[in-house]
T-cell receptor, first 112, second 113 residues
Framework: AQSVTQPDIHITVSEGASLELRCNYS??????LFWYVQSPGQGLQLLLK??????LVQGIKGFEAEFKRSQSSFNLRKPSVHWSDAAEYFC??????????FGDGTTLTVKP | SQTIHQWPATLVQPVGSPLSLECTVE??????LYWYRQAAGRGLQLLFY??????ISSEVPQNLSASRPQDRQFILSSKKLLLSDSGFYLC????????????FGQGTRLTVV
């Protein structure tokens, strides 16, 4: 069965600092991987996705993620965090019929 | 462009009362439709998904049911709510049968009292 682990429940970074959110997945074949962001009380918005090809993918809002098959990881990064990036971030692996499995999320707090 | 509407945004219901949450999608045909529940501080749990009208698959046993009376309409229901049904409910859609990203509604905060 597919699964996603986000080891960090909560991360705090200073505004302007770099960010890396970790994601590890378990999937029997080539995975389809996603990162979503959720503001409080809102739905989820897709940041980026990996299906195949270049293992470094660019997303919206200046985010990028790198797929590393050998480590079963798909970590999300941003060079310089803005206060508006404070939110909850979910990593997901896609399955049949579009049924994605989500991690438990990482809450990002940005210090001024 | 495609849009997804979910309502109501918040709902407070007494234990034992019925529930009906509605979700509609515009701008696409034959979408896959999903209901997820998100408990506080937790990830998303898939409750139901549908690949077509009248076709519902349940992922977890529970007090809820789902129906898809029209191609772009997905309804989450309960005959008698339990306290444990409280949570944040999200409707989502994705294209066809490919492994593809999901597009989410704004969610419904359900509090059962």
């Amino acid at each position: 069965a597919q699964s996603v682990t986000q080891p960090d429940i909560h991360i705090t970074v200073s505004e302007g600092a770099s960010l890396e959110l970790r994601c590890n997945y378990s999937y029997g074949a080539t995975p389809y991987l996603f990162w979503y962001v959720q503001s409080p009380g809102q739905g989820l918005q897709l940041l980026l996705k990996y299906f195949s090809g270049d293992t470094l993918v660019q997303g919206i809002k200046g985010f990028e993620a790198e797929f590393k098959r050998s480590q079963s990881s798909f970590n999300l990064r941003k060079p310089s965090v803005h206060w508006s990036d404070a939110a909850e971030y979910f990593c997901a692996v896609g399955g049949l019929a579009g049924k994605s499995t989500f991690g438990d999320g990482t809450t990002l707090t940005v210090k001024p | 462009s495609q849009t997804i509407h979910q309502w109501p945004a918040t709902l407070v219901q007494p234990v034992g009362s019925p529930l009906s949450l509605e979700c509609t999608v515009e701008g696409t045909s034959n979408p896959n439709l999903y209901w997820y529940r998100q408990a506080a501080g937790r990830g998303l749990q898939l409750l139901f998904y549908s690949v077509g009208i009248g076709q519902i698959s349940s992922e977890v046993p529970q007090n809820l049911s789902a129906s898809r009376p029209q191609d772009r309409q997905f309804i989450l229901s309960s005959k008698k709510l339990l306290l444990s049904d409280s949570g944040f409910y999200l409707c989502a859609w994705s294209a066809l049968l490919r492994d593809t990203e999901a597009f989410f509604g704004q969610g419904t905060r359900l509090t059962v009292v």
